[in-house]
């Protein structure tokens, strides 16, 4: 693991964007969940390393990858509605939060813009961090406009509208959205991620990243500046409060879903 007092010696963000599965919150241990279910409702079998394969993928892509490693293609559309449906039912049943995440984003809130980008529904990234009691530390939550195989020109519904594209990580768009509306340059953010596909995701936007928890397998960290094993590490900890400014008075919470305060 790259110590952040070695791999981001002199520089302090400007805004930090977290992920939520896995980061923030302990979802990931209900994908995993849900995933196994679903598989089981089909009287499938998860293929060995699934989980590993399918950590950070969005779930109508990670659906799609279960109907095609188990030989069954025509299940994909079932699989994927099995696995969303289960997942949810999940994380209304137990909504935790990761070792640390709390202190962390306490820490933090005030201090410098704070945001979501996470590759789940808007609904399921708003219901979880409000039953933690964070959504409010969070000044915009960013998720998909459009879903893997849909058009990148898709339109509101109803009005014909062209809407803004921003697609499903490892694509960068959910962090340089993030950024932006946070109001600074992706190069001035932190992400703060736990899976490789989103490492590849923020480091494509642009953003230096914070790997957290368990180190992958092969010991292969992608592209992150640094990697702690929880979010409320002492290294992790004595970085905020040596390099990044006091707390200053609260702005309010932004709106909900991707868009501007």
């Known amino acids: 693991m790259t110590p952040m007092s070695d791999s981001l010696p002199d520089w302090s963000p400007?805004?930090?964007v977290f992920d939520c599965d896995g980061t923030l919150m302990d979802t990931e241990r209900h994908w995993q969940d849900a995933r196994n279910r679903a598989f089981r409702e089909f009287g499938l079998l998860p293929p060995p390393g699934f989980a590993e394969r399918a950590k950070g993928v969005h779930y109508l892509d990670c659906g799609r990858l279960m109907a095609?490693?188990?030989?069954?293609p025509d299940l994909a559309a079932d699989l994927t509605a099995a696995l969303l449906t289960h997942f949810l039912s999940l994380v209304a049943e137990d909504p935790l939060t990761m070792p640390g995440a709390g202190e962390l984003v306490r820490l933090l809130s005030g201090r410098l813009p704070l945001a979501v980008a996470s590759n789940c529904p808007l609904e399921v990234v708003e219901e979880s961090l409000d039953r933690a009691?964070?959504?409010r530390h969070f000044r915009h939550v960013v998720v998909p406009t459009v879903m893997p195989g849909e058009p990148l020109t898709a339109e509101q519904p109803g009005n014909g509208?062209?809407?803004q594209v921003v697609r499903p990580k490892p694509c960068p768009d959910v962090y340089a959205e993030a950024a932006r509306l946070c109001g600074v340059p992706p190069e001035a953010a932190l992400a703060v991620e736990d899976s490789l596909t989103g490492v590849e995701s923020a480091r494509r936007a642009g953003l230096r990243v914070l790997g957290v928890g368990r180190v992958p397998h092969d010991g292969d960290t992608?592209?992150?500046?640094?990697w702690t094993p929880a979010l409320n590490s002492p290294e992790v900890l004595t970085w905020v409060r040596e390099r990044l400014p006091t707390a200053r008075p609260a702005t309010g919470r932004a709106r909900d879903g991707n868009g501007p305060a």
Request: proline share 5%; hydrophobic share 35%.
């Open 14 to 16: 400007q805004a930090v």
């Open 68 to 72: 095609a490693e188990t030989n069954k």
């Open 133 to 135: 009691g964070l959504r």
């Open 161 to 163: 509208v062209p809407r």
């Open 222 to 226: 992608g592209h992150a500046d640094a």
